[in-house]
């Protein structure tokens, strides 16, 4: 978006500049009329419809990954975080396991987080695996997130919900299917 927002400015400062040194007698001219009436055809609805139209060609298909939709392949593994001032509770429903400030995923595994908070309005966001998700008191939000590599990942409340805001943060540990599968044992005993 940043990219396509910064032609568009390019573009615009570019006519802008052209507009300043165009000469002034030429607006007398007959051929000078079309050629407005272009620069309005082409800049106020061709520009707009292309740039929009870009925008959506790539922001439709990563939206709609985030959504919680029905996998392809069996079901999404469901992890419950619950945001307290100011740390995070992650609950496994099927193993029964409860965690403080950090979280544990299979790789190229679909997860739904339910995510909700105890008190204030947080936000959960992890940069690296999806966008910003708010958690408002009395409702559940669902959050999709599916890593596509092993590694550790940084989580932030992203929302002002306190004194200690800036260190409400929490880990993804995001571990192959067998490390995940001996990872749940392991907590599990």
Not at 3 to 8: E, R
Not at 60 to 67: E, S
Not at 147 to 158: E, L, N, T, V
């Amino acid at each position: 978006m940043f990219s396509v927002a910064a032609l568009v400015f390019v573009v615009v400062l570019a006519l802008y500049l052209y507009a300043l040194r165009r000469p002034a007698d030429a607006e007398d001219d007959p051929r000078t009329a079309r050629t407005s009436q272009r620069w309005i055809i082409g800049g106020g609805v061709l520009l707009p419809l292309v740039s929009i139209s870009a925008l959506l060609t790539f922001g439709i298909p990563v939206g709609r990954n985030m959504l919680p939709l029905p996998p392809v392949d069996g079901e999404a593994m469901r992890i419950d975080v619950i945001g307290h001032q100011w740390w995070w509770q992650v609950s496994y429903p099927e193993s029964g396991i409860t965690l403080i400030n950090e979280l544990h995923i299979p790789v190229n595994t679909p997860v739904d987080l339910h995510l909700s908070t105890a008190d204030v309005i947080h936000s959960f966001w992890v940069p690296r695996l999806a966008g910003k998700l708010d958690m408002i008191p009395g409702r559940i939000n669902l959050l999709r997130i599916a890593a596509d590599m092993p590694g550790s990942y940084r989580g932030q409340c992203a929302e002002f919900c306190g004194l200690d805001h800036a260190h409400m943060h929490f880990t993804v540990e995001v571990h192959s299917a067998e490390n995940f599968a001996a990872w749940l044992e392991s907590v599990r005993d």
